[in-house]
Each structure stands twice: as structure tokens, then as C-alpha cells.
Nanobody, 117 residues
Framework: QVQLVESGGGLVQPGGSLRLSCAVSRNIFSFATMAWYRQAPGKQRESVASIAPGESTNYSDSVKDRFTISRDSTKNMVYLQMNSLKLEDTAVYYC???????????WGQGTQVTVSS
């Protein structure tokens, strides 16, 4: 079992920045893809960014060049640096871990990000 705990959400003005953190209960980075998803009211959950075991990253078109995903294996942490935030970035952001061998997904409880003037 893997526990994920997100933090760092909050209220920010358009153009501002936030850094989300995801604390992972044990180091799974060598066999799991870590990702951030988000879900806005009335919309489906969507993938925002991911980082594979080999550290290759992927981003949705809507956040490319604004968001950066990273991980710290020494601290069992995953981060999402969000810059140039827009109103449409408002959502609950979830940390996800996908065990590539067992094909199991783990989810955090989510953290609210609100972009508003």
C-alpha cells in the first residue's frame, strides 16, 4: 500500500505561482510513474503532468511551459511548480502513483487551487 498526501494549495491571483507537494509513504519512484491530475467543478479529472521512473516528463498542452513536475527521491516527495496561473487552472489537484508492474493506481486526497482576482 502507498499513501500520498498533497499540500500547498490555496488562493492565488492570476499570474501568480504555487508549488504543490506530494509526500509519498515509501520510495516507489523506480517502478511507478508519478503524476498530478486535476478536476474542476463539473469536469472530468484530467492529467496535468507526469514523471516516469527514468525521469522523463509529460505535460498537458494547457500547462506546458507553465508547470514543472519534479521529484526528490531522498525525501520521497513529488512537486508541481505552477507559474503564470490562470483562472482556468482552478481545480482540486490530486497526486497519483501508478505501479507499472501491478497496474495499480494510488491517489491522494487532493488539494484545492483557486485562481481568482
Amino acid at each position: 500500500q502507498v499513501q500520498l498526501v498533497e499540500s500547498g494549495g490555496g488562493l492565488v491571483q492570476p499570474g501568480g505561482s504555487l508549488r504543490l507537494s506530494c509526500a509519498v509513504s515509501r520510495n516507489i519512484f523506480s517502478f511507478a510513474t508519478m503524476a498530478w491530475y486535476r478536476q474542476a467543478p463539473g469536469k472530468q479529472r484530467e492529467s496535468v503532468a507526469s514523471i516516469a521512473p527514468g525521469e522523463s516528463t509529460n505535460y498537458s498542452d494547457s500547462v506546458k511551459d507553465r508547470f514543472t513536475i519534479s521529484r526528490d527521491s531522498t525525501k520521497n516527495m513529488v512537486y508541481l511548480q505552477m507559474n503564470s496561473l490562470k483562472l482556468e487552472d482552478t481545480a482540486v489537484y490530486y497526486c497519483n502513483a501508478r505501479n507499472l508492474f501491478l497496474k495499480i493506481d494510488y491517489w491522494g486526497q487532493g488539494t484545492q487551487v483557486t485562481v481568482s482576482s
